[in-house]
Nanobody
Framework: QLQLVESGGDLVQPGGSLRLSCIAPGSTLDYYNVAWFRQAPGKEREGVSLIVNSDGMTYYADSVKGRFTISRDNAKTTVYLQMTSLKPEDTGIYYC????????????????RGQGTQVTVSS
């Protein structure tokens, strides 16, 4: 059973930056596509970004293109989400999810999901 742990969430001012990390303690994220989702209060969970294991292709929601960057370390133990030019509407709980099959931004199709880390963008 793969466990996912997110970290890096914080309170940040508009225009600021944060880097979120997703790890699988005692395991590796090799063999898995990894996606970041977020959920704002009162809103549905939405896909933010994902990285494909086989070729490293990356995908982004339109709302974060040009501001967020997903990446992974060479050992494939950590997936990062670098967030810049943060806006109040980026506030929410950010989750990482992993799956061995293509799932796009379909949360229910990811077998493994973390507990989330809180990101708050406010002055």
């Amino acid at each position: 059973q793969l466990q996912l742990v997110e970290s890096g969430g914080d309170l940040v001012q508009p225009g600021g930056s944060l880097r979120l990390s997703c790890i699988a303690p005692g395991s590796t994220l090799d063999y898995y596509n990894v996606a970041w989702f977020r959920q704002a209060p009162g809103k549905e969970r939405e896909g933010v970004s994902l990285i494909v294991n086989s070729d490293g292709m990356t995908y982004y929601a339109d709302s974060v293109k040009g501001r967020f960057t997903i990446s992974r370390d060479n050992a494939k133990t950590t997936v990062y989400l670098q967030m810049t030019s943060l806006k109040p509407e980026d506030t929410g709980i950010y989750y990482c999810a992993a799956g061995s099959e293509w799932a796009g931004f379909q949360w229910d199709y990811y077998h493994y999901r973390g507990q989330g880390t809180q990101v708050t963008v406010s002055s």
